[in-house]
């Protein structure tokens, strides 16, 4: 009974060896999994860190392209305005031109009629003049002939 007994107990210290280290065998491969899952979350953190600064680049990228259209659109816009302006400015400027030339061809066509009028006037008078010298000739003449 004694051997049984001492059989049993080394069954039972057997089992309870086996059962210590099916425990230790738990506990590693539970203490693994927290491992490896605490590895895959700081994996998927850094996953989406990553996903997360490329999608700030993209958008400060869309922001930058679309700041760029609007200063070019701005720039052509000012261009537009510009050209706009020298174009007005241009024909302003052709317009004061004209105006000068006729004002200037109107003033020669007034000192032309003032100059034939003043030539018709100086004709006239000298034609009165002559005439009145004539006379006066005849006059002096007949005065002459009467003395």
Do not use: C, P
């Not at 107990?9 to 605490?38: G, M, P, Y």
């Not at 953190?45 to 760029?68: D, V």
Request: charged share 45%.
């Amino acid at each position: 009974m004694a051997r049984r007994s001492s059989g049993l107990r080394a069954v039972v210290k057997t089992a309870k060896i086996l059962n210590r280290i099916s425990k230790q065998i738990e506990k590693d491969r539970q203490r693994q999994q927290r491992e490896q899952s605490r590895q895959e979350q700081a994996a998927n953190r850094a996953r989406e860190r990553y996903h997360r600064q490329i999608e700030q680049e993209e958008r400060r990228a869309e922001l930058e392209r679309a700041r760029i259209a609007r200063e070019e659109e701005r720039a052509r816009q000012q261009h537009e305005r510009d050209l706009a302006r020298i174009t007005r400015d241009k024909l302003r400027q052709e317009k004061e031109n004209q105006r000068s030339i006729e004002k200037a061809a109107r003033e020669e066509s007034r000192s032309q009629k003032q100059f034939w009028k003043d030539e018709a006037i100086a004709g006239k008078e000298a034609l009165a003049n002559r005439e009145q010298e004539r006379a006066s000739a005849k006059q002096d003449a007949i005065a002459k002939f009467l003395r």
